[in-house]
């Protein structure tokens, strides 16, 4: 079951924006991965909107902070948007948050 999962990719200008939606928890922290890292190599620009998740949990931190490590690797950018309630919460706890997080 992929609890309402999905992903949605959408070229703009010169980035990409990633909209995810549903849980993000061991079940599909792999598939985040591999559409994250995969728009980090086609983009110097990747903007992930979290508005659509409900659940993180420590194997989405790590799929997050992956395509991250990739984007810095290749000199792109990787910044995460959009995160509530829970969501929010952990990439606070984690201190991953800061890390993602667009510039002021």
Same mark, same amino acid.
């Given at each position: ?16 924006v ?23 190599? +086609?983009s110097p620009?990747? $903007?992930? =909107?979290?508005? /659509? &998740? @409900?659940? #993180? ?17 290749l ?9 509530? +309630?829970?969501?929010?919460? $952990?990439? =606070?706890?984690t /201190? &991953? @948050?800061? #890390? ?5």
């Amino acid at each position: 079951m992929d609890r309402g999962f999905g992903v949605e990719r959408v070229v703009d200008a010169d980035r990409i924006v990633v909209r995810v939606r549903g849980e993000i928890d061991l079940m599909t922290a792999g598939s985040l991965r591999d559409e994250l890292c995969d728009a980090v190599k +086609q983009s110097p620009e990747v $903007v992930v =909107d979290l508005a /659509g &998740v @409900g659940f #993180l949990d420590s194997t989405g931190v790590r799929a997050l902070f992956d395509a991250y490590r990739s984007a810095n690797e290749l000199g792109h950018r990787f910044y995460v948007t959009g995160a509530r +309630q829970w969501v929010a919460k $952990v990439l =606070d706890v984690t /201190g &991953v @948050g800061k #890390l993602l997080a667009p510039p002021a």
